[in-house]
């Protein structure tokens, strides 16, 4: 799972969750993320996930996609990431395989021998 903050001038306009395995970025309505700017190639970017894993692609963009204020080719994402596409940035919000649904052992409910539960009740 991954959720996204898609803002403009530090103004959210949306937040993107989704499950997808690749999303396209760009001014093309078909696209996954649609950016309306003329700044923005028609496929400008993709997003795609690997083992858990996010990566982002620039798709020979004009202008360019950077993260965390580099520009780059490919990146890895992570947990606050920055992405910026034209006048629009895209902050990774959370990154989240689809097996991590699963409760932790440290979430999971600890079963308790009744007796030493007891004991444990007394000393309290």
Do not use: C, W
Not at 24 to 30: E, L, Q
Not at 52 to 60: A, M, N, S
């Amino acid at each position: 799972m991954l959720k996204i903050l898609f803002k403009f001038d530090d103004k959210l306009l949306k937040t993107i969750e989704t499950g997808k395995r690749e999303l396209f970025i760009g001014r093309n309505p078909g696209s996954d993320i649609v950016i309306d700017n003329l700044g923005v190639s028609d496929r400008h970017a993709r997003i795609m996930e690997h083992d858990g894993r996010y990566t982002i692609e620039d798709l020979d963009s004009t202008n360019g996609t950077f993260v965390n204020g580099k520009q780059i080719a490919n990146a890895v994402l992570k947990i606050n990431s920055e992405i910026i596409i034209g006048k629009h940035s895209l902050i990774i919000e959370e990154i989240r395989s689809e097996g991590s649904n699963k409760p932790s052992k440290t979430e999971k409910t600890m079963k308790l021998e009744t007796s030493k539960y007891k004991k444990m009740l007394k000393n309290q």
